[in-house]
């Protein structure tokens, strides 16, 4: 089964636009930690933004946060203001555990945002 | 500091040939993992290090593949011999701490003719 899942293959935004990409994820490990990165096309992996299991607060980054819904095993990353840059692909993982470091990742969602 | 460095950053190589990734994690950096990037599969996890030590290998893909950290600055993913089906994106990435995001390297574009 899958332990992340993104809905959404592909999205387009209208530039200035918010935007919420789904993720839901699967573990039954009451500690773990969910993860956002951005794949722009030149093909690197850029961390965004990081909310752990017991945080009581959505985390935070700039025009980045995370809608995050324990209970619903959820995890959306909020784009607020879109820019043209933003256009990527955003993958969603999760790390479950304390020891074990390992990520797993999500399928991914393209996101193209329009002038 | 320099990041994650991988090399190289493209290999063309015939089928059957070997092939060998090379990774420097950031210094201070105690874990290192190995990931594959195909369309059809996304990023899979193939093994990951911690302290120098493999902890979970259970992504590799068979026999042919295997890796090595001979010390906390270095790492190799080798595959002997290749195919063309192992033809991807192979990325290295490192960590700190869990509550971190992993540092990626740039990657290296393998390409199996």
């Known amino acids: 089964a899958q332990k992340i899942t993104q809905t959404q293959p592909g999205m387009f935004v209208q530039e200035k636009e918010a935007v919420t990409l789904d993720c839901t994820y699967d573990t039954s490990d009451p500690s773990y930690g969910l993860f956002w990165y951005k794949q722009p096309s030149s093909g690197e992996m850029i961390f965004l933004i990081y909310?752990?299991?017991?945080?009581?607060q959505n985390a935070t980054e700039g025009r980045y946060s995370l809608n995050f819904q324990k209970a619903r095993k959820s995890a959306n990353l909020v784009i607020s203001a879109s820019q043209l840059g933003d256009s990527a692909m955003y993958f969603c993982a999760m790390r479950e555990g304390g020891w074990d470091d390992k990520i797993i990742f999500g399928k991914g969602t393209r996101l193209h945002i329009l002038p | 500091d320099a990041g994650v460095i991988q090399s190289p950053r493209h290999e063309v190589t015939e089928m059957g040939q070997e092939v060998t990734l090379r990774c420097k994690p950031i210094s201070g950096h105690n874990s290192l993992f190995w990931y594959r990037q195909t369309m059809m599969r996304g990023l899979e996890l193939l093994i990951y290090?911690?302290?120098?030590?493999?902890?979970?290998d259970s992504g590799m893909p068979e026999d042919r593949f295997s890796a090595k950290m001979p010390n906390a600055s270095f790492s190799t993913l080798k595959i002997q011999p290749s195919e063309p089906r192992d033809s991807a994106v192979y990325f290295c990435?490192?960590?700190?701490?869990?509550?971190?995001?992993?540092?990626f390297g740039s990657g290296t574009r393998l390409t199996v003719v």
């Open positions: 909310q752990g299991s017991y945080d009581q």
């Open positions: 290090f911690n302290n120098n030590v493999p902890i979970d």
């Open positions: 990435a490192s960590s700190q701490t869990v509550n971190y995001g992993y540092t």
